[in-house]
């Protein structure tokens, strides 16, 4: 298979190690077939379906690899929601939250269809209240149906564009996810498509929407809470770079330490900030990073803020409502 220009030009960027940007540019070019992934939504009981692969010490309990040939979505339990299917990439980039340091209120993921972020971040960290935003109108009846099947509770589905969360309800969540569009690159070593992604204007693109999305989402997070911002992009553009942009921008924002990552730690920086890459064989990739707010000026009391949650800002209501959809179902 031919390497295109552009591969080979962020492969160098990546590693100065050549066997290592050799790994890297064979695992996008020639995809093999990963371990499938589960996300136990309801306790493990069924373990004897599958054939399980030995956890890694930073795997969730909750999770589970495969054999290579196990197909989990076609088990009835699948459709029972029992579990989730998902890519080990998307575990890691949610192993960030397990450094939030106490129960959270209200959880807010800003980019969240098709829902395995929301699901993950709903049973690492157990939210009195979820909302689960996709801004994508066509994206959202997967998302609900998804945290159906899965009896997610108590959750509010929204479909609204950040930057209107944040005009209508600053300051709404002790923990906000942003796994950020972007260009995608990593869908390669899965076999699947993502047209242009190693172009630079793709590439800018995408950073400028992620910057976007972040600024917001520091207005939708409280003093002391977090946010997590993960992408399936390999570029430092929409990585490194839009995290060093964000913490020069909003300073009272800091980087994280992940203890349960450290040895993903990504070798681009010294900002605690995690990379998978493709040629570990674990999963297609991902970075990860957990940003905190100082905890200065903190405008609820502990009393205020149970009294304002789970009860939704009156905004919420105009959007969609998966409670109440579950509730005339009933
Ligand atoms: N979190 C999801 C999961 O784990 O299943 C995957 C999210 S996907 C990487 C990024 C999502 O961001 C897509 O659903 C996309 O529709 C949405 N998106 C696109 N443009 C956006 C924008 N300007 N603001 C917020 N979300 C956006």
């Not at 709903?122 to 945290?147: A, C, F």
């Not at 609204?160 to 942003?178: E, I, W």
């Not at 203890?259 to 970075?287: E, I, K, N, V």
Request: hydrophobic share 40%; charged share 20%.
């Amino acid at each position: 298979m031919t390497v295109s220009k552009l591969l080979e030009k962020l492969s160098l960027k990546l590693w100065s190690d050549a066997q290592q940007r050799q790994a890297f540019i064979q695992a996008l070019i020639d995809p093999q077939p990963f371990h499938p992934c589960i996300l136990w939504v309801t306790e493990r009981s069924h373990q004897s379906c599958f054939q399980t692969i030995p956890p890694l010490s930073w795997q969730p309990s909750c999770v589970d690899r495969l054999a290579v040939d196990d197909r989990p979505g076609k088990h009835p339990l699948h459709q029972q929601g029992a579990y989730y299917c998902l890519d080990f990439s998307s575990v890691f980039a949610a192993t960030t939250l397990t450094a939030v340091s106490s129960t959270p209120q209200v959880v807010l993921d800003l980019c969240a269809a098709p829902g395995g972020k929301s699901l993950l971040a709903w049973r690492l960290l157990h939210p009195h209240l979820l909302l689960s935003n996709e801004v994508i109108g066509k994206r959202v009846g997967r998302l609900i149906s998804n945290l159906k099947r899965c009896q997610v509770h108590p959750v509010q589905v929204l479909s609204a564009d950040p930057r209107s969360l944040a005009d209508h309800m600053a300051q709404v969540a002790d923990v906000v996810l942003v796994d950020a569009p972007c260009t995608g690159q990593s869908l390669l070593a899965k076999g699947e498509a993502a047209p242009g992604c190693f172009h630079p204007v793709s590439i800018q693109h995408n950073a400028k929407r992620q910057r976007r999305i972040l600024a917001n989402a520091a207005e939708l997070v409280v003093p002391g809470g977090y946010i997590a911002y993960m992408t399936c992009a390999f570029s430092e553009a929409e990585d490194e770079r839009v995290c060093a942009w964000f913490l020069r921008k909003f300073p009272e924002f800091e980087p994280q330490h992940v203890s349960l990552l450290q040895d993903f730690q990504s070798h681009l920086t010294d900002m605690p900030c995690y990379r998978m890459w493709p040629q570990s064989r674990l999963g297609a990739g991902a970075f990860t990073i957990l940003f905190r707010k100082r905890p200065e000026n903190v405008r609820w009391s502990k009393t205020d803020r149970r009294s304002s949650h789970p009860q939704p800002n009156p905004w919420l209501q105009t959007h969609y409502r998966w409670r109440s959809h579950r509730n005339k179902e009933k």
